[in-house]
């Protein structure tokens, strides 16, 4: 499997927040909040854009990782 890193779009922000549902569904707690915990801080003005990617294998994204 060949992963490719590039920076995360917009238009794709639903999908990385549901892939990290799906990730950490169940493992520390019924349920998880880490998908929201990306949706917020997205909205924080510490946020950098330049250092958000999403891994991309045949063009479908398979996991993304934010600095702050």
């Known amino acids: ?11 794709e922000y639903r999908i990385v927040e549901e892939i990290t549902r799906e990730a950490f ?26 250092l958000d990617y999403v891994a991309v294998s045949d063009d479908k994204i398979v996991g993304n990782i934010a600095y702050v």
Do not use: D
């Open 25 to 50: 569904w169940n493992v520390y707690s019924p349920g998880c909040s880490e998908h929201l915990i990306i949706h917020k801080l997205r909205m924080w003005p510490q946020f950098i854009k330049e």
């Open 1 to 11: 499997m060949k992963i490719t890193l590039r920076l995360e779009e917009e238009a």
